[in-house]
């Protein structure tokens, strides 16, 4: 096992790393913002803000862009992501080492990120041949009826913190093959990440040869920054992944323009553990979902609803599960959970538990530890929180490690304390029941975008729709026909009789 000594190194890291990705140094050497590491909490580089001018040109610059990159046929710009998904496959390293430099992933899921965004390049490239329409019976004789899809415009991909790349390839990928410019605002916390992945994407670029200036930009900046994009008419399609709270600024205002939204936003998943529930299996998975991440994932397991006659078999292994995952530096090979992203999200932790306490919870674990190696970064034991019942604390996301546990007694009660929460992502139930699973996915069933049976609610491939309903936001994002919301459709009718035959029965005889 490496460890890691003394503060300073990650900055180095990261500055090594950015140079081999094709960074230059000044997009990271100056500027109003900082980008810590949480493993340290040193900072590593100084990033500029966008100002307004310069968000109004990137937009003007896209706009140009996309109406030469329309005309593309769809396969030859799959040609581009196709070429992006092999400069990520060289890079991967790279990159997913500068994801938990970033954003404190350990190794595999830093590489696991970079593999999610090749897996969509993969999968982009494949749905630029398939960007289909129907052909729909008409009432009309001589005249055929068809839907065409069409390029959409500028699309705006607002990023959270937490998955700094692969959110954004999600969209990305999909709007590059679909016709449209991208403007890219990734989280203030996380600008390393993104500008590394638009190097790439401009070494991708260069080999296709003929893409037009402005089609892919990174703004830099907080939410004034994504706020120009959200009021900018010319941006057709914002896609925006955050808090529940960043959806509720931002949905009133792309509606007031009638722009399209993609709102991916906050989760309190669940998962019901039933009497035959596999145990070990559940245990896992349970554990996976809940600490991996340093339960920091939009899917991660908040809310475990567990029948009373298994409740102390399972609490035993997920105890012993909780003792047993190591807390610490995520570049050092046995660490599992890492640190949280900053200060911040810790007091919310600290928070949180403090009412779990007030609620007659009893809780285990949730402490800082390593402070005297890390003192400005904040690593802290995963929390188990037993309740007596749903409180207020367990009906809201902390963006943290903690697991609430709550006992049921027949399926009706678990549904139903399941979907009594404000969010609708993320859920499981683990069963060997045929027709309880099988009622947990039905319509009276889980109320959320995504419904697992016997695996957790986190690490989604991107072959299926990605989100959620209720304050989750409603979009959708990556496999399936996701694809659509990237693209405008339009219904043709065309008439190759000799008549003028009008819909409903309708007579104008002139
Ligand atoms: P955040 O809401 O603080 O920030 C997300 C992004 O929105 C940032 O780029 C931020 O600058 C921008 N932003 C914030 N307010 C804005 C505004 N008014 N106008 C324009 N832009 C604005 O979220 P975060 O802390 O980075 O990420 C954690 C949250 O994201 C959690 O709630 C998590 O569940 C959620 N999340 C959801 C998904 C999903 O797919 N559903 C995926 C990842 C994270």
Redesign the pocket.
Known sequence: MTTYGAIGDVAREAKELLAELGVEASAFSNGELAAHSPITGEAMGRVSVSSAGAVKGAIGAADRAFRSWRKVPAPRRGELVRLFGEELRAAKSLLGRLVTLEAGKIASEGLGEVQEMIDICDFAVGVSRQLHGLTIATERPGHRMMETWHPLGVVGV??????PVA?WAWNATLALICGDALLW?????TPLTALATQALLMRAAARFGDAPEGLSSVLLG??EV??HL?DDERVRLVS???????GR??APRLAQRFARAIL????NNAAIVCPSAPLDLATRAIAFAAMGTAGQ??TTLRRLIVHEDVYEALLDRLRSAYASARVGDPRESQTLVGPLIDEAAHAAMRATLKEARASGGAVTGGDRVLADRFPNAYYVTPALAELAEQAPVARR?T?APILFVMKYRDFEHARDMHNSVAHG?ASSIFTSDLCEAERFLSSEGSDCGIANVNIGPSGAEIGGA???EKD??GGREAGSDAWKAYMRRATNTINYSKDLPLAQGVRFDL
């Open positions: 607002i990023s959270s913190f937490n998955f959110v605002k990734p989280s203030e916390k907080g939410s994504g706020a959200v925006a992944t955050g808090s529940t709270a960043m600024a931002v991916e936003l906050g989760g994932r939009c996301e963006f992502l990605f989100g959620g989750s936001g």
